[in-house]
């Protein structure tokens, strides 16, 4: 018995793939990469980019067309809204919310599928202390043996006009951190060498449970003192913050501990104020810049990536020169510019999309080409410097070459080097750099 799970989306889907993966494997089920292979295909899926949701109904409009060949069943879950969870209930055999997860098994039986699991599984046993947390204890199925995702946080509290995120995951709900730490400590101990905390929003992370809970700065120095005692090298990321709760304490744990990762992801999304309002972002211009000085001042080495929307709804040219002034002025190693696109369930929907495909294409060229110059000046000043890469892969471009990342997440190409590596720290000279890349040599 095979079964596929297509996974689309962002990192957290990717954690809960491990984790439906884990229970599935459980089943006795064998994991292939192809579709056509499986009799039991999932996809976790994406609500929150139409392009994303579009890809799903493509995909069981095929499988279904299968099941006049082959017995086939097919399951969705993830990051679903309502209106799209009750058409995929006429569509897919089975959906189901990841906090139902532990159930998973019983479910398929009620939909035919056989398999070696025994009415009496792991997942009986949970201790069922939060309905929507459960998942959590199973353990993942990890797709790398270098790289790990660990969720800490799941939902959102924001309500950030454009994104459908909280009808999607609900409120924010904190993982216990007793349970976060064990896990990092097993990744640690297993050898991996680069671990991305998860959350829709992660600095709010403890901020459910004030009183029972700690802090999101003091998580990250808990898992610093793990790194320090462990002895072991490896690099700690976060993502996503938002700016209204990312606090200088947190920047000063960061500076703190090697193990915690001199990079910062931190959404801009637009820099204007009257803009940010409309998007309900609840932070002004001054605040974010504020945590950029502060980034600046205690984290020098750090890269900072950003996420930015171009062509908002009622977005006039001033408001859009602003987001411009705002790039140039903090000087990003990375930013992610997106063409604003409608939300069914988000609250701009219910805006008028006003912006024309083609200025929104203009904009977003407009920041590429800033961005392209601030990361090329980033770049050109660290050839002929050597830094610490942890190797990621063989060049899909080069066989003779391998991809790797810096501590900051900037890829390099490393030249001459062989297949072995993948997976460790190297020290690599880089002997060049281009706009958003670099490349070097084993030093």
């Known amino acids: 018995m095979k079964c596929c799970v297509v996974t689309l989306g962002c990192q957290m889907n990717q954690s809960d793939s491990e984790r439906i993966r884990s229970v599935i494997e459980g089943m006795g089920f064998e994991m292939v990469d192809t579709e056509e292979e499986a009799s039991l295909i999932g996809v976790v899926a994406c609500s929150v980019r139409q392009k994303a949701i579009d890809k799903v109904y493509s995909k069981i409009r095929k499988w279904n067309q299968w099941k006049n060949e082959k017995p086939l069943v097919t ?48 997942f009986n046993d949970l201790h069922r202390e939060d309905e929507r947390t459960d998942f959590w204890q199973i353990d993942p ?12 946080q799941n939902g959102c509290d924001k309500f950030c006009s454009y994104c459908a995120v909280p009808y999607t995951r609900g409120r924010e709900v904190s993982r ?21 905390l998860l959350g829709q929003n992660v600095n709010s992370y403890g901020l459910d449970k004030k009183g029972q809970e700690i802090s999101f700065a003091q ?10 005692a462990s002895g072991k090298e490896f690099w700690v990321y976060f993502t996503s913050p938002h700016p209204r709760d990312m606090t200088r304490d947190v920047i000063e744990a960061i ?27 609840n932070h002004s211009i001054e605040d974010y810049l504020k945590i950029v000085d502060d980034i600046r001042e205690l984290l020098p080495t750090a890269t900072l990536f950003t996420d930015i929307i171009v062509g908002f709804s009622g977005e006039t040219d001033e408001q859009f020169e602003n987001s411009a002034k705002v790039m140039e002025r903090v000087g990003y190693n990375m930013a992610y510019v997106a063409k604003y696109s409608p939300r069914v ?33 980033h770049n050109d000043a660290m050839v002929g ?24 997440k900037l890829p390099v190409r490393v030249v001459d080097a062989p297949a072995e590596l993948v997976g460790t720290f190297q020290e690599v000279e880089i002997t060049s750099a281009s706009e958003l890349s670099l490349t070097g040599r084993l030093a």
């Open 75 to 122: 399951f969705v879950s993830g990051c679903i809204l309502p209106a799209d969870e009750e058409k995929f209930l006429k569509q897919f055999d089975l959906v189901f919310r990841m906090n139902e997860l532990p159930d998973l098994p019983d479910m398929l039986h009620q939909c035919g599928v056989a398999s070696e699991f025994s009415a009496k599984h792991p």
């Open 345 to 377: 369930g988000a609250r701009s929907a219910r805006w008028e999309d006003d912006i024309s495909p083609q200025l929104k294409s203009e904009r977003l060229a407009r920041l590429s080409e800033i961005l392209k110059r601030t990361s090329k000046a």
């Open 255 to 281: 500076a703190d501990y090697d193990c915690l990762a001199k990079q910062i992801h931190l959404p801009l999304q637009s820099g204007d104020e009257k803009l940010l309002r409309r998007m309900n972002r």
């Open 141 to 152: 199925t990890y797709s790398s043996d270098f790289d790990a995702f660990v969720p800490i």
């Open 176 to 196: 216990a951190s007793e349970d976060i730490l064990a896990e990092v400590r097993r990744l640690v101990e297993r050898g991996v060498k680069a671990i991305t």
């Open 385 to 408: 410097k050597t830094y610490r890469v942890l190797i990621e892969r063989v060049d899909p471009r080069m066989a003779s070459a391998l991809s790797g990342r810096t501590e900051g």
């Open 219 to 228: 998580l990250l120095r808990k898992v610093g003192e793990l790194g320090q």
